[in-house]
């Protein structure tokens, strides 16, 4: 195995309703799935189209998503996931089991057909269940984007990893990555560096709308328009920040 300077789990986030913020988490179980809890929910509109901030074949834009976000009141169980509650702009929460968050999206956006469902059977993810971004790539974007706040909120990964070169995460393609130690560690193959759009750039709580980031991932000599790489999980287990991550010779 190839140690790469001591990498460690920096953050893990998880995503309970598609397109609307998530929530940082110390820790999180992991399968096939990707993170258990992780986009298990999704807006729909009045057409069956998945709440998005593009429009596509299966994405419908709804404007503002953004400006929510979304937590388990208690811990997903392979047993039971527990319906999320959505938090608004003004910090007031409003809990999907009650129908509380379906009559505060319809306020919100405006738009009456909307509602938050579980397991529509449309693929909930754009690409991939699982993601992961290197902090040396996360500070690059922002050396390049001097004066605005660059999170990586904004690229909405499931896994940060302490990493000192920018771009590293893209050479594990192929490669098995191992996440913790031990017979709950994770493994997971990476397929593909991720194309963005124009989400990285939408407003956020704390974040200002800008065009500027995508535009200069878009500059990217090697890989326009990409940052981050997606894949697998093919090992189910339990990921936790502070865990050691050790890339498996090619």
């Given at each position: 195995m190839d140690a790469l300077d001591g990498l460690t789990v920096a953050e893990i986030w998880r995503y309970p309703v598609k397109s609307l913020g998530g929530e940082s988490v110390p820790a999180s179980l992991a399968d096939e799935g990707g993170l258990l809890g992780d986009r298990v929910w999704a807006v729909l509109d009045g057409d069956g189209k998945l709440g998005s901030g593009k429009n596509s074949l299966r994405f419908r834009r709804v404007p503002g998503l953004l400006d929510l976000a979304a937590r388990y009141p208690a811990e997903p169980?392979?047993?039971?996931?527990?319906?999320?509650?959505?938090?608004?702009?003004?910090?007031?929460e409003h809990p999907v089991a009650t129908g509380a968050a379906d009559e505060f999206l319809r306020r919100h956006t405006g738009?009456?057909?909307?509602?938050?469902?579980?397991?529509?059977?449309?693929?909930?993810?754009?690409?991939?269940?699982?993601?992961?971004?290197?902090?040396a790539t996360l500070d690059w974007l922002a050396r390049q984007l001097p004066g605005g706040p660059v999170s990586a909120r904004r690229l909405r990964p499931n896994l940060v990893v302490h990493t000192r070169k920018p771009f590293i995460e893209e050479t594990w393609l192929g490669r098995t990555v191992c996440i913790g130690t031990g017979k709950d560690a994770v493994h997971a193959v990476f397929d593909r560096v991720l194309e963005r759009c124009v989400m990285v750039g939408m407003r956020q709580p704390g974040l200002t709308e800008s065009g500027a980031v995508l535009k200069r991932i878009g500059q990217r000599d090697d890989n326009p328009l990409c940052m981050a790489i997606g894949g697998q999980i093919t090992r189910p287990g339990l990921l936790r920040t502070g865990d050691p991550v050790t890339v498996v010779a090619s």
């Open positions: 169980g392979p047993a039971r996931i527990e319906p999320p509650v959505v938090t608004g702009p003004d910090g007031t738009q009456q057909q909307v509602r938050i469902c579980r397991d529509t059977g449309i693929m909930h993810f754009d690409e991939v269940p699982f993601t992961l971004l290197g902090t």
